[in-house]
Every structure is written in structure tokens, then in C-alpha cells.
């Protein structure tokens, strides 16, 4: 089973339509995140969760609004998209309690958005 | 100026070769590091993490040097496979996230 999934894997779509991508996990984790990764492979965080709590709110247009229903779920949506929107979101998840190396991320397969 | 830097390469090299990528980081409270792998068009996968007397597994080998500020790794008698993009993570005192490098990418020739 993937511990951490999301969807869509791709998508494609016009300028000012709205989307959503979607992230699950199924490891037990508390806390979950958004990062971001543009054409030149810079890895930036976007939102994270913990708890169904959000904690981090980096500097991200209020266009992207995250949801988090419960822990082993969190959710983005965009609205208005723009051209600049494209890249590869990454849903990534880690524990408090030290599962793996401390501090761990393990990612989603990312969901890779082209805006037309 | 950026949390973590690091020289985007490419690096090539040939089989067998013994390869070093470096990367600094601003924040002097900065408190965990790692290394993470991530092949073309997939996620990014913890390789290692990075301890404070520097730590080795098999052919890796990370070190951390808090006085200047970086981290390395070295990379012993490089394989096809090794081919894919290196990422520095860094996490402050007290902070959730990870703030990642640009990655060095590395290709490994027969």
C-alpha cells in the first residue's frame, strides 16, 4: 500500500479554472504538508497541518487554500489559476514520535499541474 | 538570501569516481539535516540523515560542520544508479518544516 497518495497525478487546465488535488496517508502521522517544487527543482513548503491544525502558512496567495477533514487527510484547492501555478505539488507527511529517522518527510508521488 | 544552498551541477562523473556535493545554510539555530534522493519525475526519498560527529552508510558518507556552516556528502565508487538529484533539508530549533536546497544533480557515465 503507498503510504502517502495523491490525486490527481496530473492536470491540465485552462487559466482562471479552480482544482483541486488531493493527499492521503496512511502511516499514522500527525502532521502533514504542502511544498511546492518549480521548474528549477526548488522545493519550497507551502502549508502544513498538524493535527487537522494548520501551523504553517508561508507566503502562498490566498488563491490556495488547504483543508484538512482529519489527520490522514489534506486537501488543496486553487482557484483562479494562474500560468505561474504550474509545477509539481508535493503532499508529504511525518511523525512526532520518531518513526523512521527523526524529522523524516516521506512524500506523495506529487501531482503535476500545467496551467494553459 | 535562501535558507539552503547548493551548487546545482551537473556533476558527471565516470563509474567508479568518487563524487562531493556541499551545502551551507544561513540559520545558525538550524538543528537537523539531511540528505534526500529524488530520480527524474519522482519524490523526493530520505537517503540519510546527518549526525553531528558525521555518519557513513556504505558507499555515503555525511558530514556536518556547524563553525562554517554546511553539510556534505560524499558519494564512494559511484554506480550507474546513483544518477538523480541530490537535495539538502535543513530544520530550525523548534520549527515543523524543511527548508530544502535546489538539489545538485548527478549523473554517472559507463
Known amino acids: 500500500d503507498t503510504a502517502v497518495s495523491q490525486t490527481p497525478k496530473y492536470l491540465v487546465t485552462q487559466m482562471g479554472n479552480d482544482k483541486s488535488i488531493k493527499c492521503e496517508q496512511n502511516?499514522?502521522?500527525?502532521?502533514m504538508y504542502w511544498y511546492k517544487q518549480d521548474s528549477k527543482k526548488f522545493l519550497k513548503i507551502m502549508f502544513s497541518y498538524n493535527n487537522k491544525e494548520l501551523i504553517i502558512n508561508e507566503t502562498v496567495p490566498n488563491r490556495f487554500s488547504p483543508k484538512s477533514p482529519d489527520k490522514a487527510h489534506l486537501n488543496l484547492h486553487i482557484n483562479s489559476l494562474e500560468l505561474g501555478d504550474s509545477a509539481v505539488y508535493f503532499c508529504?507527511?511525518?511523525?512526532?514520535?520518531?518513526?523512521?529517522?527523526?524529522?523524516?518527510?516521506?512524500f506523495g508521488e506529487g501531482s503535476r499541474l500545467t496551467v494553459l | 538570501r535562501k535558507e539552503v544552498e547548493q551548487d546545482p551541477g551537473p556533476f558527471n562523473v565516470p563509474e567508479g569516481a568518487t563524487v562531493a556535493f556541499n551545502c551551507t545554510y544561513s540559520?545558525?539555530?538550524?538543528?537537523?539535516f539531511f540528505w534526500y534522493r529524488q530520480d527524474c519525475r519522482k519524490e523526493p526519498k530520505l537517503l540519510m540523515s546527518v549526525y553531528s560527529s558525521g555518519n557513513e552508510d556504505g558507499r555515503f558518507t555525511a558530514q556536518l560542520n556547524r563553525a562554517s556552516q554546511y553539510i556534505s556528502l560524499l558519494i564512494r565508487d559511484s554506480k550507474l544508479s546513483d544518477s538523480a538529484t541530490y537535495l539538502c533539508a535543513v530544520r530550525q530549533t523548534g520549527a515543523n518544516n524543511l527548508f530544502f536546497g535546489t538539489g545538485t544533480r548527478l549523473t554517472v557515465i559507463p
Open positions: 502511516l499514522g502521522h500527525d502532521t
Open positions: 508529504a507527511s511525518r511523525s512526532w514520535t520518531g518513526q523512521g529517522p527523526v524529522g523524516e518527510l516521506f
Open positions: 540559520n545558525s539555530a538550524s538543528q537537523s
